[in-house]
């Protein structure tokens, strides 16, 4: 027992659930701020609906049995490789890279989706929350 929440400890060690503003001024680091013409807020909204800013963030409800990693929920059936869902691996990536406090493979990989046609309504919680609404409380106070 004690050996497993050692285990556990060290698992989430490196995770990391950013403050609002901390999040925008990462992801502005990382020229995301206007790519492929989507906004910062735009990007914040959806970190925050879809993992409330933290990286070790797991869904395993899917229906069709995916999961979803990180901060942008991520999915495994078409961006990462989890060695048990079939999946395209568009990212090509572990989905565990996904989880970490070092960010950059989850800001490349969520670069790499919305490369494609559907851009960032590719995420569920953006069209719901953030799509065609006023996000500017998102970046409000970061001075950015
Ligand atoms: C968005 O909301 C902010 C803060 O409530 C407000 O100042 C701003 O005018 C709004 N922008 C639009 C386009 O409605």
Redesign the pocket.
């Known amino acids: 027992m004690r050996c497993l929440v050692f285990l556990l400890f060290v698992a989430l060690a490196n995770a990391k659930v950013y403050e609002r503003c901390e999040w925008a001024r990462v992801l502005k680091n990382y020229g995301m701020d206007g790519y492929r013409g989507i906004s910062l807020a735009d990007w914040v909204c959806l970190s925050h609906r879809e993992s409330n800013y933290n990286t070790a963030a797991i869904n395993p409800y899917n229906t069709d049995g995916s999961i979803d990693y990180g901060i942008f929920q991520i999915n495994s059936r078409w961006w990462c490789n989890n060695g048990v869902t079939p999946t395209s691996n568009g990212c090509n990536i572990r989905c565990s890279e996904l989880l970490t406090d070092n960010v950059r493979v989850a800001i490349n990989c969520a670069k790499r989706v919305v490369r494609d046609p559907q851009g960032i309504g590719a995420w569920v919680a953006w069209r719901n929350h953030c799509k065609n609404r006023?996000l500017?409380?998102y970046v409000?106070g970061c001075g950015l």
Do not use: D, L, T
Request: hydrophobic share 25%; charged share 0%.
């Open positions: 006023n500017s409380s409000a």
